[in-house]
């Protein structure tokens, strides 16, 4: 065979092998993706990719602090999965779970052939657990929603329920329960933390210099003390004022689950961090979501700062009365005339 038609011969190979070797990478590439959307599919993710539109990954977000719209409404903390899929995961995703096809495309393609081995690469790593970080829209039912709710229910029913409660290890220091206060038709809830030192004396909270405070903070909001109602988070004191413990607050939170649901209110106002993080189930600083309405469970929530730290800070007020001012046009108030 003369050398041109022998080098012809060679290139028609050449291309073909490398057909073949396309249409293997391919093939490998195509069951990488379906395995790895059966074990998405085996931990429970499925619904993320079939219902959330857009999908949203904050992947750097593990160590910068999130901004305030990152803050999860109660409504749609859910828990996330990676997203890394090439733009055959809905044909792929189909044949896996017919009819369940992502409502929307899950990234784009790679478009070289480095992207491509990149995206092999990260077929072969399976799934790392969701980021706390990593906050989607979700459709289902948050853990708030899931509490049940008890039919026929009532202040004096919670009340009753609770009875001389030691369900936690809160009951070794208190004098009294403090239940919550108020007007059982309220428009509006106050929530703080727990019980200090005068109001565990009085079985009242917000009774102690905060709660001077918190009185003319809604006198100046136009209403009266007995207009809004005022709870917390645990019934019972904090020895030393402490903050209340994880498990304390899951064990006391029901109550005032029930409170929330008995008493309907249109707003929540969250009193500092503690009872602003445990509604919101949230780490992020106050100072992050402060001032920012949440929808929570048929309320609106927003969080402020908490009258004890204004008496540390009292710059802080104005902040808290810009607040108290988005209260008071949900609502309808009109401030009070001096
Ligand atoms: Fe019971 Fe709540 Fe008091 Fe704990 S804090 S003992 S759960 S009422």
Not at 65 to 84: G, K, M, Q, Y
Not at 231 to 239: H, I, L, S
Not at 259 to 282: E, F, N
Not at 301 to 317: E, F, V
Request: contains cysteine.
């Amino acid at each position: 065979m003369d050398p041109a038609k022998r080098a012809s011969v060679g290139a028609r190979s050449d291309v073909r092998e490398d057909a073949r070797r396309d249409a293997s990478s391919d093939s490998q590439l195509e069951d990488q993706v379906k395995d790895w959307l059966r074990y998405g599919e085996d931990l429970g993710l499925g619904p993320y990719y079939r219902d959330r539109a857009p999908l949203q990954v904050i992947a750097e977000a593990t160590t910068a602090p999130l901004e305030p719209r990152d803050v999860a409404t109660p409504s749609n903390i859910s828990a996330a999965a990676p997203v890394a899929a090439s733009a055959t995961a809905p044909a792929v995703m189909a044949a896996v779970a017919p009819g369940r096809a992502p409502a929307a495309p899950i990234n784009v393609a790679p478009s070289s052939a480095s992207q491509k081995a990149a995206t092999m690469a990260a077929m072969k790593t399976p799934p790392v657990a969701p980021s706390s970080t990593i906050l989607p829209a979700a459709a289902a039912p948050s853990l708030f929603e899931a509490i049940d709710r008890v039919a026929g229910d009532s202040l004096p029913r919670i009340r009753e329920d609770i009875g001389d409660c030691t369900r936690c290890k809160l009951h070794k220091g208190r004098t009294n329960i403090v239940f919550g206060v108020g007007n059982p038709k309220a428009e509006l809830v106050f929530v703080g933390e727990g019980p200090g030192h005068d109001e565990d004396l009085k079985g009242e909270p917000f009774v102690g210099r905060a709660g001077k405070l918190l009185t003319q903070m809604i006198e100046a909001m136009g209403l009266r003390r007995e207009d809004v109602y005022i709870a917390n988070v645990v019934k019972c004191r904090p020895p030393e004022n402490r903050l209340p413990e994880k498990d304390e607050i899951s064990t006391c939170l029901p109550f005032l689950m029930r409170q929330l649901d008995v008493i309907k209110p249109k707003v929540i106002c969250c009193l500092g961090s503690c009872s602003s993080q445990t509604l919101l189930q949230t780490t992020q600083g106050i100072s992050k979501f402060r001032g920012e309405w949440f929808d929570f469970r048929g309320a609106k929530l927003i969080a402020t700062y908490h009258p004890a730290y204004l008496l540390r800070n009292p710059p802080a007020k104005s902040e808290v009365w810009k607040d108290l001012q988005k209260v008071m046009a949900v609502l309808g108030l009109q401030p009070k005339k001096r």
